[in-house]
């Protein structure tokens, strides 16, 4: 089974502070994803990436950047965090070239930015 | 970002009632995904749709990818309260990034005892 993990699953953090999540898969998938989820708005891609080193903006990318300096950890940070980053944040992965590319997720960190 | 309509929004239904629910595009897709989203959890894969007309099940679950490929519905027979959450319909377009989804938003079900 693939096996998607989230450092936290719960974090609150004052506004300014830098926050790092961390995302760790274990089936050498080439792509990963960061998402948020908020009420009202479903899933919006914030970054992917298709390979290490490699990345690509999403559709909401501002206010974050990421990190993918090994295939299996895929880092989402906030820079300087602010209250309308208070979400739940998922990360995906799958795998590329099968023409299945079916992405699966993690348990998701609900973020709280005071 | 685009997304995809799904419908209905939410429901809620007796115990034994079968669901029905369904998402439309406006431009057609080579794959479909239906996930399920508990509360406080990430979205776990239930069926995934990878030709036109296709039709696959998964227990009491049901989904079809639409011949005009710009559709699918998912669903239910004979729903149990551990069926309650929040159900997304996904798709991948042709062209562009090959590797990204564009996600419904979502129909919240709920099932009484």
């Known amino acids: 089974d693939v096996k998607v993990t989230q450092s936290s699953r719960y974090l609150v953090k004052r506004t300014g502070e830098k926050v790092f999540l961390e995302c760790v898969q274990d089936m050498d998938h080439e792509n990963m994803f960061w998402y948020r989820q908020d009420p009202g708005l479903g899933l919006r891609l914030i970054y992917f990436?298709?390979?290490?080193?490699?990345?690509e903006k999403g559709d909401i990318p501002e206010g974050y950047s990421v990190s993918r300096e090994k295939k299996e950890r895929f880092s989402l940070i906030l820079e300087s965090a602010s209250t309308n980053q208070t979400s739940m944040y998922l990360c995906?992965?799958?795998?590329?070239?099968?023409?299945?590319?079916?992405?699966?997720f993690g348990p998701g960190t609900r973020l709280l930015v005071l | 970002g685009q997304q995809l309509n799904q419908s209905p929004q939410s429901m809620f239904i007796q115990e034994g009632e079968d669901v029905s629910m369904n998402c439309t595009s406006s431009?057609?897709?080579?794959?479909w995904l239906w996930y399920k989203q508990d509360p406080g959890e990430g979205p776990v894969l239930l069926i995934a749709l990878y030709k036109a007309g296709e039709l696959t099940s998964n227990g009491r679950l049901t989904a079809q990818f639409g011949i005009t490929r710009k559709d699918s519905f998912l669903n239910i027979s004979a729903s149990i309260p551990s069926d309650v959450g929040i159900y997304f319909c996904?798709?991948?377009?042709?062209?562009?990034?090959?590797?990204?989804?564009?996600f419904g938003t979502g129909t919240l079900l709920a099932v009484q005892p």
């Open positions: 995906a992965s799958s795998l590329s070239g099968t023409g299945k590319e079916t992405q699966y």
């Open positions: 990436s298709y390979d290490v080193k490699m990345k």
């Open positions: 431009s057609i897709f080579n794959t």
């Open positions: 996904a798709g991948r377009g042709y062209g562009g990034a090959t590797n990204k989804l564009i």
